[in-house]
């Protein structure tokens, strides 16, 4: 009796299958296999590896000992080199050197989710399409404030305004400039500023942050054009521009500095954050707070609050107050879906 035909999608699940045994087999390193250990800075992070540059500016796909809880773009490692190369792979990741300060996003799968370490400042990148919003912008200065790490505010595509339109964004921009944040309007399009970026991205390390479609790898693609770094547009049904990194990256920078480029991201949650947390990423508002009549104000209409007095008297933006609010009501709105997810589970 002959054995039953496969059909082609069976046939083709089986080869799938079997790639995925064979892709899930680790590569075990015998010590007498590894070198001496040396020390180098995270350049890229893929789901399983690691690509680790050394000091004399050499790139080696590492290994992660499992013991390690999580490696990113930016950490000081130590590493040690293989023999001969395995499956692609140079050697182990067996340490990670103490960050300075790390970026941190919410996941509902992974929870608190380590995207790069030891930054020298954010870039906060916005654009006038798909449109300005300074509700984003302040949900990723709370972050910044979080995190210690100095922001700048980058606003591209500003070639696509007028000289009407131009002034009423660096309206807008000014109530950032005005408690102290620098702003920076430009156009990777046709170059109008870079090289005030350029000067901006020498001081250390930096990262790019930002909804899909503000023009993240455009920037990239200016300042390093030899990367082509792959570019989206914004999505005629959405409004909301279209994913185009896959993995976290250091790139070297020919004027000085490093730059990290990070997945896109079309909205960045503080639910992992408490309400006072992002009381305390107002920077405007710590000359104030304590100061209110009840301990426990929640700053609307409580007698005797300061804050919102000093919204009145102008001291503080009512634009940024309303949006503070903004953020502690979705906070809760979204820890109540997240708590009721939970039930259901």
């Not at 999608?9 to 064979?22: D, G, V, Y």
């Not at 796909?61 to 130590?78: A, E, F, P, Q, Y």
């Not at 020919?254 to 107002?282: A, C, K, N, V």
Request: charged share 25%; net charge neutral.
């Amino acid at each position: 009796m002959s054995k039953p035909k496969l059909t082609h999608n069976q046939q083709r699940r089986i080869k799938s299958n079997h790639h995925k045994r064979i892709n899930k087999k680790e590569i075990e390193w015998q010590d007498d296999m590894l070198g001496e250990m040396q020390q180098g800075i995270v350049v890229t992070r893929h789901v399983k590896h690691a690509d680790v540059e050394t000091e004399a500016g050499e790139i080696f796909r590492c290994n992660i000992r499992r013991t390690l809880k999580n490696v990113v773009v930016g950490d000081r490692v130590s590493w040690r080199k293989g023999s001969e190369q395995l499956q692609g792979i140079s050697g182990v990741i067996e340490a990670v050197f103490p960050r300075k300060n790390e970026l941190t996003r919410p996941d509902y799968y992974d929870g608190i989710k380590v995207m790069a370490s030891n930054i020298d400042q954010i870039i906060i990148v916005s654009a006038v399409v798909p449109t300005l919003s300074l509700n984003i912008i302040d949900r990723y200065l709370v972050i910044c404030e979080t995190a210690n790490i100095p922001a700048l505010i980058v606003l591209n595509k500003i070639d696509l305004l007028d000289e009407t339109e131009r002034k009423a964004v660096q309206e807008q921009l000014k109530i950032y400039e005005d408690i102290g944040y620098e702003t920076l309007c430009l156009s990777a399009d046709t170059g109008e500023n870079m090289h005030a970026l350029h000067q901006y991205l020498a001081k250390g390390t930096s990262i790019f942050v930002g909804q899909s479609g503000v023009g993240k790898s455009s920037l990239i693609n200016q300042l390093l054009p030899e990367v082509n770094a792959l570019t989206g547009s914004v999505s005629d049904n959405s409004g909301l521009g279209q994913h185009t990194t896959t993995a976290s990256r250091l790139y070297h920078l020919p004027q000085g500095g490093q730059l990290i480029d990070s997945p896109g991201i079309r909205e960045f949650g503080l639910w992992h954050l408490e309400p006072e947390q992002i009381t305390l990423g107002y920077r405007e508002f710590q000359s104030v707070l304590g100061t209110c009549k009840f301990r426990d104000c929640k700053h609307k209409n409580d007698p005797g609050c300061e804050l919102r007095q000093a919204v009145e008297n102008g001291k503080i933006s009512a634009i940024r107050f309303e949006n503070y609010h903004r953020l502690i009501e979705s906070l809760s709105e979204t820890k109540s879906q997240r708590h009721f997810r939970k039930e259901d589970v």
